[in-house]
């Protein structure tokens, strides 16, 4: 009679196990009689089960990513009830969502670099500890400058949080899968912004500004219990010193993906600053049809999130080559097309699928340039595409004072021409075999 073992066998490596198996991992003899079935798990294999790499975590982090998101860019909907309720101008109560911005841009490279050697748990719960905390005494003061205070200490945060849910996204699977979990937290980037303004307005309008800032207190403290309760602890076990993180800026590679990405978000968003007023001038619609295709034009962002992963696990070269063509092509077709209410529609529906694609396209080109430095790279993907949104909505602006709102178009042109250049210089670049993973470990 023959009886069935399940033997689990845990090594440090699968390659080159079997001969060497019965002598070094199984110390007892083996009875030929029973039947040995192996299971063999690889360290690597071991950590990744441990972070519940399937879906949990991205899950969490894609939600948290949304609170921090909404927290940015809700107030923009709310102004004037801002400067209502504060007895302030309403130029004024736009410092809630700029001062937020400029704080946003100007950490970004730094913070995640300072905190790049702490435990990742401990970093995710400063930080939506702090929003929470903010947004509560955003929802309780009736002092502006305490409103600003509130919104500018976890700003300092924003990044760190963003650039460490890319990170422990791609460290969670395997380098193939990568791209796809990042895409997923850039799910939570989208609705963030396309789903936190509207949902805020109408909380704020038809309740109160109060109550608005207990919806930013709720997602933010939601995600907080959450990542208390499944989100392991997560030590680094070999911290990268911040010399050889800062030393990835040596690199060509790094300098041509940081301009690519600033030029293509700044045509993106340059241009996406005025598309109300193209679509209110151009095209000639009302307000309550800007509103739906703006609409339109997020979830479709959602969609190009969900397909830029796929398209980066099938072939990433072949995706960041075409995407500045693409949005060429669609941004030259919206300029000819401008006051056909149909073609415009289409146009921005695939605009929006086309920028959510765009932006993994970006994520990806700089954290792939510095493998070795994950955070820092993502630090310095936030400041790249907030440099890029500030500087591309100051030209295509510069094009509507100069010659009209249609022309606002011709700024999102010269951006994507110029990004074609150091798109090529970037992909020329062979890339290295060799992949340097984020030590993490799990308690």
């Known amino acids: 009679m023959k009886w069935d073992y399940i033997v689990p066998v845990v090594v440090p490596d699968a390659r080159n196990w079997h001969g060497r198996l019965t002598k070094n991992i199984l110390k007892t003899p083996i009875n030929w009689d029973w039947n040995y079935k192996l299971h063999i798990v690889t360290m690597e ?9 399937g879906g949990l975590l991205v899950f969490i982090l894609t939600v948290g990513v949304f609170g921090i998101i ?3 860019m809700g107030v923009v909907g709310i102004l004037p009830l801002i400067a209502e309720t504060f007895k302030v101008s309403v ?3 736009g ?5 937020f911005a400029l704080v946003v841009a100007a950490s970004a490279p730094i913070t995640p670099l300072l905190f790049s050697g702490v435990n990742r748990k401990k970093v995710m719960l400063l930080a939506l500890g702090l929003f929470t905390l903010s947004n509560i005494i955003s929802m309780l003061t009736t002092n502006f400058t305490v409103l600003l205070i509130a919104r500018i200490l976890p700003a300092f945060l924003h990044p760190v949080y963003v650039s460490m849910a890319f990170t422990v996204a791609a460290a969670s699977v395997s380098k193939e899968k990568a791209p796809k979990a990042v895409s997923k937290v850039f799910v939570g980037v989208s609705a963030g912004m396309v789903l936190g303004v509207p949902v805020t307005s109408f909380i704020a309008s038809e309740v109160s500004f109060s109550m608005a800032m207990l919806f930013f207190t709720v997602v933010n403290a939601l995600v907080l219990i959450a990542t208390i309760l499944f989100i392991p602890s997560m030590p ?19 300098w041509h993906s940081i301009i690519a990405v600033t030029l293509i978000n ?5 241009f996406f600053s005025y598309m109300s007023d193209y679509l209110k001038t151009v095209t000639e619609v009302s307000y309550s049809v800007i509103s739906v295709v703006l609409l339109v034009y997020g979830l479709a962002n959602i969609v190009g999130n969900v397909l830029a992963g796929k398209l980066l696990s099938i072939n990433a070269r072949r995706s960041i080559i075409i995407m500045p ?9 919206l300029f000819m097309t401008g006051e056909w209410i149909t073609a415009v529609v289409i146009i921005i529906l695939i605009l929006g699928v086309l920028a959510g694609i765009a932006s993994n396209n970006m994520q990806y080109m700089i954290a792939e340039a510095a493998p070795e430095a994950p955070d820092f790279a993502n630090g310095m993907f936030l400041t790249s595409a907030n440099l890029g949104t500030t500087i591309g909505t100051a030209i295509c602006g510069a094009f509507i004072t100069e010659m009209g709102t249609q022309y606002s178009v011709f700024g999102a042109l010269l951006f994507l021409i110029a ?3 150091f798109v090529y210089l970037r992909i020329r670049v062979p890339h290295s075999p060799k992949q340097v993973k984020m030590n993490m470990a799990t308690e």
């Open 45 to 53: 294999q071991k950590n990744k089960l441990k972070l519940n790499s």
């Open 70 to 72: 909404n927290t940015e």
């Open 91 to 93: 130029p004024q109560a």
């Open 95 to 99: 410092w809630t969502g700029s001062v």
């Open 236 to 254: 680094v076990k070999e911290k990268v010193s911040y010399g050889a993180q800062l030393s990835v800026l040596r690199k060509k590679v790094m």
């Open 266 to 270: 700044g045509a993106m968003f340059g």
């Open 325 to 333: 063509f693409a949005l060429l092509v669609s941004y030259i077709c």
């Open 419 to 421: 990004s074609m250049v």
